[in-house]
């Protein structure tokens, strides 16, 4: 018998109040499944609903209807399961890169000393094996990111959700950060749920790509196995001819949503 799914959503509709009364429905009837050991990334046009799916998983959002299930059980209030990276650090800036990651293993018991050894060892794990002692304000953004990427994998979640995490860093750097993520990634193989706006990033690390339609009321309308060789490079496979075959393909659908999402006034 198959292991059911890590994630499954099953036409999940979410609905927020206005101050007029009124019902704003910003997803419906989204069904997905993320399997033990794969990275889905999620793309859309603004506004469509990406986060809030994660939100779903992640189990700060409580649908208005349809269901959530984590590991075959129904979500029941937070995803213990689950590690979240937002698109905006989290790093206290009173504290050092060892102490930021450590805390996260500080709340939840482990002594001080054990937590910051290990927080040391995430540091080497993420390039950063000699800036333990510097502060949030010394640490370049990229670096940031990694010092993030440690306060949410210490914690060896099952399920990886992150929401446009390299978003604010720079063309090059975020190659380096994509790069990093696949290298944990294959260590131990998360369940990841990747929210971007960037198709060529979507495509670069993910194992499928599925594409949400222009809100209100946005639907999954795709879902592109990504069929690339891994291990891989993020900069150097958006060379191959087969990246750019699935870029045409899902981009061809992409678009018409892209285009809806601000009024036909795209090219």
């Known amino acids: 018998m198959a292991d059911p799914p890590v994630v499954r959503l099953t036409r999940v509709d979410v609905a927020f109040p206005e101050p007029s009364g009124a019902v704003f429905k910003a997803v419906s009837g989204a069904s997905l499944e993320v399997a033990g050991s794969e990275f889905v990334a999620i793309v859309g046009p603004t506004g469509c609903g990406k986060s809030t799916l994660l939100n779903c998983a992640a189990g700060l959002l409580k649908p208005a209807a349809g269901t959530v299930d984590i590991f075959g059980t129904p979500l029941v209030g937070l995803n213990r399961h689950a590690g979240y990276l937002f698109q905006q650090d989290a790093l206290m800036p009173w504290k050092t890169a060892r102490d930021n990651i450590a805390l996260a293993l500080e709340v939840g018991g482990t002594p001080a000393t054990e937590a910051r050894d290990r927080a040391q060892v995430w540091l080497t794990r993420v390039g950063l094996k000699s800036f333990g002692d510097r502060y949030a304000h010394q640490l370049s953004g990229g670096q940031r990111k990694r010092v993030g990427l440690a306060q949410v994998l210490i914690r060896d979640p099952k399920i990886l959700l992150m929401d446009e995490p390299f978003g604010p860093l ?49 639907r999954i309308i795709g879902d592109h196995r990504i069929d690339l060789v891994r291990p891989r490079d993020a900069t150097e496979v958006r060379l191959q001819p087969r990246f750019h075959e699935l870029h045409k393909a899902i981009w061809g659908q992409l678009r018409a949503e892209v285009v809806k999402a601000y009024g036909g006034e795209i090219g």
Request: without cysteine.
């Open 170 to 218: 720079d063309a090059q750097t975020r190659q380096i950060m994509g790069n990093l993520l696949l290298n944990l990634w294959a260590a131990d193989k998360k369940a990841v749920m990747f929210v971007t706006h960037d198709l060529e990033e979507a495509i670069a690390l993910a194992d499928r790509v599925v594409i949400m339609s222009a809100g209100p009321e946005a």
